[in-house]
């Protein structure tokens, strides 16, 4: 199986020696950095992490479903709740956990940072403001 944190090819790859048998790097390539951060619920779970390092599934869900809503987490309903959850929990988490930015114990369901995490919340940081700066904001309590 290739590493599934760089891009190489089989031509890249010294002589006699296959994908499988070259070492994962210690840090994760920039393309997978911003592809971690592409998504705004992704970046809306980092910021999250620059704040607290562990939460609940259902807690970051209802951040975030407040966040989109524009509205305060009591005030957010079930449904609205349950999508981003479904999501999370589907989608965005298991890309973040596939590259070693969170952990995910999905028997009390608490997500917290991986040992790729400082690399892709240094690339949050450094990008600040310029992603957008309100996302930013409530994540990490500012506004809330």
Known sequence: MADEHTDNTASEAPAGVS??????PKILELDHVYKALAHPRRRYLCYTLLEDAEWS????????AAWEQ?????DVTERQRE??????YHAHVPKLVE???VTFDEAGERISV????????????GMGASLDANQEAHARGEDA
């Open 19 to 24: 994908l499988s048998e070259i070492p994962s």
């Open 57 to 64: 599934l259902s807690d970051l869900a209802t951040k975030i």
């Open 70 to 74: 524009d509205a305060r987490t009591g």
């Open 83 to 88: 999508r981003v959850y479904v999501s999370l």
């Open 99 to 101: 590259d070693n930015i």
């Open 114 to 125: 991986a040992t790729n995490a400082k690399q892709v919340l240094s690339a949050l940081e």
